[in-house]
C-alpha cells in the first residue's frame, strides 16, 4: 500500500471515521487490505453530473452509487432548492425504475427532501422517465428526480436530476448543485429527519394524465383504424414501460399486442439479456423470437427507464430486421412533416432539433420542407433547452438523437420511449394502409434527400487510467488530427471543445457557435463525417460515422446499402 495516493487513504478513512454503517466499512476495509485497485477506482473521484445526470457502479466510496453518495447528491440538492426558491413551496417528484437498491435510493432522495422542508411527490409504483418529467410540470414541482441507470448495466444505478421545466438539470444549476454538495466534508451534515407528512403519492390515476397528452399525437386516426389488428410485440426487457407503452398502443387503437412474458416482470438483474439496452440486437432476440411466431409487422422493446426504445420490422425477405435510432427517427420525423403539410398545418413558427452526433439526413429533410432544424449537442437536455428558450414564441414539433431517442411535441422534456413506440406503430400503420413496407418508405425518403448511413463503435476503458487514457486519445485529435482517412482528404475539422471550425487545406479557422463539449468531428471530401466523443454517462470512448450516397433508384436499395457499409467498414477499421 506504499505506492497508494495518500489523498485517496485519507478519503478512504474519512469514510471509516464516519457515521456510516458497519457493513460498509468493513467492504472499505477489505478494499484496504485486499483489493487496492477497486479502491483506488472506488474513491478516486467523486461522481459527477454528466449528460445523463449521477450515475455509476454501486458499491461503497465517493465514486460508487450507494446511499451516502444519493444522500449527499440529495442534501446538495435539496440547499440549492432552497436557495433558489427562498420562501416559496417547493415540490419535487420522484419515481424509479426497476434497478437493485432502486427503491431504497429513492426512498432515500424522499426523506432527506423532507428533512429540508421539501414536498415530495412520490410514485407509489416504479414509472418510465418520461412520466416524471411530465410530472414535474403537471405538479408545478421545482425538481424531480428518476432513480435509474437508464440502459447501463446491472451494476449500475444513478440519479437523474430535472429542473423546474421538466428538463435534466442544465447549466448553470448542474455545476451549482455539485458546488452545494461538495460543501458537505462529512455524513453529519446531511440532513435525516424526514418529515413524512411531506409525501404525497401519485397513483395510477396520474397515468391516464400522461396517456390522454399522447393521444393528441397522432395524425392518423381512421388509417390506424383500418389496421387497428396488426400484430405488435413489445418488450419493457425487465424495466418500468411494462404497463405503459402497452396502454399507448391501445390509447392509439391498436388492440393485437403482444407482450414478452419472459421479459414482462421487472428484475433489476436483467436475467434473460447481456446487457438491457435496446440498441443492442442480443436483448431483442426474445421479442424477435416472439414477432416471428405472431408475424407481427412491428416489434418493440424500451430500456429499463422506459426513455429509448427500439423498433424491429420485416424487411424484403420477411426477416427481421432491427431499425437504428437514425432511421426511426428519419422515419417519424418525414411521416410527422408529411402528415403536417397535408393538413395545412406546417407553419412558418414551426421547428425540429437534432442532435450534432445524429444523421444529417435530418437536417436534409427539415430543409425538403422548409422547416428549421436547430443543432444542438449531444443529450436530451440540450434539446430540452431549445425548447424552453422558444417557449411561447414557436412549437416544436420532435426533436431525437442516433442512440434510439425521440420526442414528439414538448409535454415531456426529455426522450419518450413509451410515446415514441406508439408513433412508430403509427408509421408502420399509416403506411401499411397505403400499401407501403417502412423499407419502401425509407428508400424513397433516401431517393429524395441522399442515402445516409451510420455506425458507431464504443471503446471502453474503465477505472482511474481508463479515464486518463480517453482523455489523452481526445488531446491527441487535437494537437495531431488525422488530415487523411482511408483515402480520403479531411476538408474539415470541428473542435467542440474549442469552439473552432478548421480547414486543413488552406488553414483558416472560423469560429462555431455552439457549446462548449468535448467532442471532435472530422469531415471528409467524399461526404464522410466522423465524430469522436468521450460518454458522458459510462466509461466509454464513443466514434460515430456517417458515410452518404444518392440513390439512383428505390429498386437499388440493398446495391446502395452494401457500398455504404463497406465505407462504414472502412472507417471503423481505420479507427480501431
Not at 428526480?145 to 440502459?151: D, L
Not at 383500418?226 to 392509439?252: E, N, R, T
Amino acid at each position: 500500500m506504499s505506492s497508494m495516493d495518500p489523498q485517496i487513504l485519507a478519503k478512504a478513512q474519512r469514510w471509516l471515521e464516519s457515521s456510516i454503517d458497519e457493513s460498509s466499512k468493513a467492504s472499505i476495509r477489505t478494499l484496504i487490505d485486499e483489493n487496492p485497485t477497486e479502491l483506488i477506482d472506488s474513491f478516486y473521484q467523486d461522481l459527477e453530473f454528466g449528460t445523463g445526470g449521477l450515475r455509476g457502479i454501486m458499491g461503497v466510496g465517493t465514486n460508487r452509487m450507494n446511499v451516502y453518495t444519493v444522500a449527499m447528491a440529495t442534501q446538495g440538492l435539496a440547499n440549492y432548492l432552497n436557495a433558489c426558491f427562498p420562501g416559496q413551496e417547493i415540490r419535487v417528484a420522484i419515481t424509479h425504475d426497476s434497478r437493485i437498491n432502486n427503491t431504497l435510493f429513492a426512498r432515500t432522495t424522499a426523506e432527506i427532501l423532507t428533512a429540508n422542508g421539501i414536498m415530495v411527490m412520490y410514485f407509489r409504483d416504479m414509472r418510465p422517465t418520461p412520466m416524471l418529467s411530465f410530472a414535474v410540470r403537471h405538479f408545478a414541482c421545482k425538481s424531480g428526480v428518476m432513480i435509474t441507470a437508464s440502459h447501463n448495466p446491472k451494476e449500475y444505478n444513478g440519479y437523474k436530476a430535472y429542473w423546474e421545466d421538466g428538463a435534466q438539470v442544465v447549466a448553470p444549476h448542474d455545476a451549482n448543485i455539485i458546488r452545494e454538495v461538495q460543501k458537505i466534508t462529512s455524513f453529519d451534515q446531511v440532513n435525516w429527519n424526514k418529515q413524512e407528512q411531506l409525501i404525497h403519492y401519485i397513483g395510477e390515476e396520474f397515468d391516464q394524465i400522461y396517456l390522454d397528452h399522447i393521444v393528441k399525437l397522432s395524425w392518423a386516426k381512421e388509417e390506424i383504424k383500418s389496421q387497428k389488428s396488426m400484430p405488435i410485440v413489445f418488450s419493457p426487457i425487465h424495466g418500468a414501460s411494462g404497463k405503459m407503452v402497452p396502454a399507448a398502443f391501445k390509447a392509439f387503437g391498436f388492440d393485437n399486442i403482444h407482450l414478452v412474458t419472459e421479459q414482462l416482470e421487472p428484475d433489476g438483474n436483467f436475467p434473460t439479456v447481456v446487457y438491457p439496452n435496446p440498441e443492442e440486437p442480443e436483448a431483442l432476440s426474445l421479442a424477435i423470437a416472439l414477432g416471428k411466431e405472431v408475424k407481427a409487422e412491428l416489434v418493440t422493446a424500451c430500456d429499463p427507464d422506459g426513455d429509448r426504445y427500439a423498433a424491429v420490422v420485416p424487411n424484403e425477405k420477411g426477416e427481421y430486421e432491427l431499425l437504428n435510432g437514425n432511421q426511426t427517427a428519419t422515419l417519424i420525423t418525414y411521416y410527422l412533416l408529411s402528415r403536417m403539410k397535408e393538413e395545412g398545418k406546417l407553419g412558418s413558427k414551426k421547428y425540429l432539433v437534432n442532435t450534432i452526433v445524429t444523421t444529417e439526413l435530418i437536417n436534409a429533410i427539415a430543409s425538403g420542407f422548409g422547416v428549421p432544424c436547430i443543432n444542438v449537442l449531444t443529450g436530451f437536455k440540450n434539446i430540452a433547452a431549445i425548447i424552453r428558450e422558444k417557449e411561447g414564441k414557436e412549437s416544436f414539433i420532435a426533436g431525437g438523437e442516433e442512440s434510439f431517442g425521440y420526442l414528439v411535441g414538448d409535454f415531456v422534456r426529455d426522450k419518450d420511449g413509451v410515446s415514441a413506440c406508439a408513433m412508430v406503430a403509427e408509421v408502420v400503420a399509416y403506411y401499411k394502409s397505403k400499401g407501403k413496407t417502412i423499407f419502401q418508405v425509407l428508400a424513397e425518403i433516401y431517393q429524395q434527400f441522399g442515402f445516409y448511413k451510420e455506425s458507431l463503435i464504443s471503446v471502453t476503458k474503465k477505472g482511474k487510467d481508463g479515464a486518463e487514457q480517453i482523455q489523452q486519445l481526445m488531446a491527441q485529435f487535437r494537437t495531431h488530427p488525422p488530415l487523411e482517412m482511408n483515402g480520403f482528404k479531411v476538408v474539415k475539422i470541428v473542435d467542440v471543445k474549442n469552439s473552432t471550425i478548421t480547414y486543413p487545406e488552406t488553414g483558416k479557422v472560423m469560429p462555431l457557435a455552439l457549446d462548449k463539449s468535448n467532442v471532435m468531428q472530422f469531415y471528409l471530401e467524399d461526404g464522410s463525417k466522423i465524430s469522436a466523443r468521450p460518454s458522458g454517462t459510462e466509461p466509454k470512448i464513443k466514434y460515430y460515422f456517417s458515410v452518404q450516397a444518392p440513390l439512383p433508384s428505390v429498386g437499388e436499395y440493398r446495391k446502395v446499402e452494401q457500398q455504404l457499409n463497406e465505407k462504414l467498414a472502412a472507417l471503423k477499421s481505420y479507427f480501431s
